[in-house]
T-cell receptor, first 112, second 115 residues
């Protein structure tokens, strides 16, 4: 079953603008992760935020997590054409190996 | 080496064929995963191996048969597939120890078409 639900489903912006994607989930989690996928290829891990964290930064990425609302957001600042991809949130559960449940994803198009 | 490799990149097979997908990692990871991804959909977990033992089988039909010959290799054997099994098959690995907060490293996938 798909736990994460992203919105918007698609987002089109110009280079230099910020892009914000939201994710909601339903059950308890150990962490929430964001992945990027270029054009039907493999996924690349972007950032992991633990359930006891509220905000995390990595380069141009900022992730927030609100466990009371069961939601997270991914902000990409100063976007570039190379950021064009699908972005998925995934909720992680389990010990040792992590079982990920992916949301439906947001397709981001950044135009030059 | 932080790479997960998958072969082949593309595979076309008939419904009576038997084929195998291969996945390899040399990061010392002890958890490996198979996902299936249909077009414009998120990846869906199929199997999890932890320390070379099958830990999770997400009710996958028996025409998909996973195998973990050693800690670096993961295979997915395919037999009598249906056209609806056409998808991108992704392999991933993670540390598999030291707690729950492990990112997964994905291979580029095998694009499978069943005729």
């Amino acid at each position: 079953s798909q736990q994460g639900e992203e919105d918007p489903q698609a987002l089109s912006i110009q280079e230099g603008e910020n892009a914000t994607m939201n994710c909601s989930y339903k059950t308890s989690i150990n962490n929430l992760q964001w992945y990027r996928q270029n054009s039907g290829r493999g996924l690349v891990h972007l950032i992991l935020i633990r359930s006891n964290e509220r905000e995390k930064h990595s380069g141009r990425l900022r992730v927030t997590l609100d466990t009371s609302k069961k939601s997270s957001s991914l902000l990409i600042t100063a976007s570039r054409a190379a950021d064009t991809a699908s972005y998925f949130c995934a909720t992680g559960r389990g010990l040792g190996y992590s079982t990920l449940t992916f949301g439906k994803g947001t397709m981001l198009l950044v135009s030059p | 080496d932080t790479e997960v490799t998958q072969t082949p990149k593309h595979l076309v097979m008939g419904m009576t064929n038997k084929k195998s997908l291969k996945c390899e990692q040399h990061m010392g990871h002890r958890a490996m995963y198979w996902y299936k991804q249909k077009a414009k959909k998120p990846p869906e977990l199929m199997f999890v191996y932890s320390y070379e033992k099958l830990s999770i089988n997400e009710s996958v039909p028996s025409r998909f048969s996973p195998e973990c010959p050693n800690s670096s290799l993961l295979n997915l054997h395919l037999h009598a597939l249906q056209p609806e099994d056409s998808a991108l098959y992704l392999c991933a690995s993670s540390q598999g120890s030291g707690g729950p907060h492990n990112e997964q490293f994905f291979g580029p996938g095998t694009r499978l078409t069943v005729l």
